[in-house]
């Protein structure tokens, strides 16, 4: 028996035969997604927009689909549905051991949905006390502070290409810019940055080498633990160990080891999802520079505030087009849909943010409003939403101001963008510009000169004084929100 929508035919699952080869996901059979549509598969990841449109208009607010090894889940494509799920964590668990499916030990969903103890696989109180760190962590940086040392990050990126009058912004600048900025906020020296982002991006692309740069973050973590643990200082990782050993803050009373994974894989994890979301963003942003005259046009003529452009590219191109999910705990509706406990619901957050019921279809800009999903919503909502606004906001900006007339070197279809389930990677932006001097004298030099902390503004020096009409343009740029 296939799904079917509520009210129609009634569905049931039936007992799974032993060893049957049907049963793609190693779990019970589930005939109830039987004949859902693939979310998965070349054509689909060619244009999941229009698969998504097709959903909606045959099944409404959630649709059933099958993931890759024809895994069932409901896709849930409303804005309101989604934000009920994101909300509601009694009835929607971010924990994956509460799945009704045992995946196949080489499905390409296993790494998406393998549990650990971390805050984006946790509810309840074991989430509240794992998030605290983070979230307290990333409290403790001045605004500004971070602001001001993403500029000088930008710079220095910048500055690897601006004599030579032309660049590749995905590999020299979007895939370089956010890790330079979190590797620093994490207390990493800065000799040490280079090999993080070379291991960080290579672990993520998942390449032949991912195994070894994963030892090698592990070792570079765990050296920046103990660097932490015996002088800390004013950054990510010494605010988490202080969290985690404060008898006031938690109960739980670690050993030395387990301080030191728990207090690495919370590092880990900051490094992944700060890193890929942040450069996605960065780099759809600069797409619509190039690509959009209007939107350059009102951001350079002062109609549109960066801010503001950096929010319309949220609500148009989230960098997690999906999120792998959350799990019913108790049977429910949603939708026209009945789901059971154990199901897997995927976040479809592009087309949440793109709901008729909740958005105009005209495409026209939306003004003044962050109620995207972009960032989710609930008990699990972005805790780093600032940060990644903050180093997309600077990073176009600094590049707006130091090579203002950049531009596409080639034709705008030669500019790829590739979505999977879970990303959206824009594949390379040739960009040609008129050569520009750099703005730190060498690169050594800046990395010779004592640290300042990042994110104290007052030990912090501002990055060298922007020539007059930058600062003109700065104004215009950053000034209105
Ligand atoms: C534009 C950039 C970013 C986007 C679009 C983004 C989006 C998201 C989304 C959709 C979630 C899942 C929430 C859920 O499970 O419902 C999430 C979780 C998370 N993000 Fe971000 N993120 C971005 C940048 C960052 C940055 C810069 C950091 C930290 C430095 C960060 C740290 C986290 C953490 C720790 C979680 C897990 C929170 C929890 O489950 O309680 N993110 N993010």
Redesign the pocket.
Known sequence: MTTSPRGQQPSSPAEPPPGCPAHASGGRRDDRFADAVRLYGPEVEADFDAVEARLRRTHGPVAPVRLSGDVGAWLILGYQENLQA?RNSTLFS?DPRNWNVELAPDSPLAPLTAWAP?????DGPE?AR??GA?THA?ETFDRQGVRRYAVRCAHQQIDSFAEVGKADLVSQYTEQL?LRV?AR?LGLDEQHVPQLITSVRDMLTGSATAVHSNALISGLLNDLFMQKRRAPGHDITSSLIRYKTDPARTDAVLTEDQLRDEVREHLR??LT??HA??A??LASTLRMTLTDARFRGRLAGGQMSMPHAVEQT?WDQ???PR?VG?WVKADTVLGRYDLRKGDLVV?A?GAANTDPAIRPEDGEPVHNNSSH?????????????E???A??ETGVDTLLERLPDYRLSVGQEAVLEHQALMSRVLESLPVEFTPVPRHFPHEQEVVRRPQPAPVAPQHAPAPPPAAPQQQARRRSLLGRR
């Open positions: 994101m971010r971390l805050p984006n696989l946790t989430h794992l998030r983070v990333l956010p979190v906020l994890l900051l999802v700060a979301p942040t996605s963003l949220l989230p960098p997690f999120l959350r976040h957050i999903l972009t960032f989710s919503a609930g008990e699990h909502v972005c805790p780093g939403q940060l990644g606004r180093i997309v």
